[in-house]
Every structure is written in C-alpha cells, then in structure tokens.
C-alpha cells in the first residue's frame, strides 16, 4: 500500500492524558499536513511540514499541541493534556510541491478523550 | 488567508438524477481547487480537481466547472448512483499555501 498511512485508527484516552498519532505520507512526496475534523464539519487546518520544516501552525493550535518530522518522512503530532475538546478526527495528508499538488489524505485517527 | 464556501449543505436526489454543488472562494491568488468525497469514517479521497488555467475539467460522470471571473467553482455528478451518498469537500489553494476546505455537502442518492 503506497498511500497516506496513519497510526492508530482509534484512540480512547482520559482527560489529561498525553498522545501521540503517526503519519506515514507518501514516499516521494515532501508536504505533510495535519487537519482536524469534528462531527459534520470539514477539516481544520492545524500545521504543515515541507520536508523537515514546519511552515506554518494554525492559531487554532494551542500550546498543549506538538508536531514534528524530524527527517522529512513520517509524522507525529503530540497533544499533551489531553481535553474533552479535543476528541476529533485527526487527518493527515501529503502532498508533492514539485508536480501537481494534488493532496492524498490518510484514513485519520478518531480521537475519544473520556 | 482564504475562505471557501460551500452551498447546499445537504442535498438529496433521485437515482439518476443530476447532482451540483457550489462553492465560493476569497483569494484570488488560489489557482488549484480539489474536490473530495467522504465515506463515514474513512479520509476524505480526492476525486477531480481544477487548475486555474481552465475552465472545465471531466472524468466520467464527474465535472467540475472553474469561474475565476467570478471566484467560483461547482462539481457536478451526472447519472447519480447510490455508492455517490457521501460527504463531499470543495478546497481552494494559492499556490505554495495550504488547502482550505469548504463546510461540505451531504449528498444523499434516493433509490
């Protein structure tokens, strides 16, 4: 399977808690983002990495939130102290800058705080 | 930064019928625009896109229309299926920035 791959699928944690979700993009492709979603809304845009570089961070993002892409491949996006606020889906996708643009999304990750 | 809006929120059609959706975007910088489908629970999944140097793009019962003039675009399914009842994203992009996505429609395809 050569598409976005993200890990977990699923995640229940408890209020306070800190997690840790995994994007693996596309091989070739050097743009990486990360997108939140709520229940009947369309993703929210949260960071984005070209290669190793984080380009820009949402205002929605708070202090609590962390990314990073330390060699330009994979993804993890950290959320310490964890709300109930927080549970979403999150989406990752990637993208090639070089070519056409188009960006392919990963299955995301369902996060439930309790 | 852009804005996209998204028109009709939900939507629901005879099989067979013709299916549109509308949306608006802001900057006039945005020269690339996405449209993806959303199966509950799954990513949304790329389906056609437009570059801002044309007009018109289609790829089977898929089009999707371009107004730069106007700052508009519209996808259109033709010879609606029940397997089209999803969720469906419109996105808008200046070149070298981030995709910014509409509110969505669902669309509901009536047997």
């Known amino acids: 399977d050569t598409g976005v791959s993200q890990d977990p699928r699923h995640k229940i944690t408890k209020r306070g808690q800190n997690v840790t979700f995994r994007c693996d993009p596309i091989s070739e492709h050097n743009r990486l983002y990360w997108y939140r979603q709520t229940l009947g809304q369309g993703p929210e845009f949260l960071t984005y990495f070209q290669n190793e570089a984080q380009l820009e961070k949402s205002r929605l993002l708070s202090d609590r939130f962390s990314a990073e892409r330390p060699k330009g491949s994979f993804s993890t996006l950290e959320i310490q102290r964890t709300e109930q606020g927080d549970s979403a889906m999150y989406l990752c996708a990637s993208s090639w800058t070089g070519k056409n643009t188009e960006a392919f999304f990963g299955q995301g990750t369902r996060l439930t705080v309790v | 930064g852009e804005n996209v809006e998204q028109h009709p929120s939900t939507l629901s059609v005879q099989e067979g019928d013709s299916a549109v959706i509308k949306c608006t975007y802001s900057d006039s910088a945005s020269n690339y625009f996405p449209w993806y489908k959303q199966e509950l629970g799954k990513g949304p999944q790329l389906i056609i896109d437009i570059r801002s140097n044309v007009g018109e793009k289609k790829d089977q019962r898929i089009a999707v229309t371009l107004n730069k003039t106007a700052k508009h675009f519209s996808l259109h399914i033709t010879e609606t299926q029940p397997e089209d009842s999803a969720v469906y994203f419109c996105?808008?992009?200046?070149?070298?920035?981030?995709?910014?996505f509409g509110t969505g429609t669902r669309l509901t395809i009536i047997p």
């Open positions: 996105a808008a992009i200046p070149k070298g920035e981030k995709l910014t």
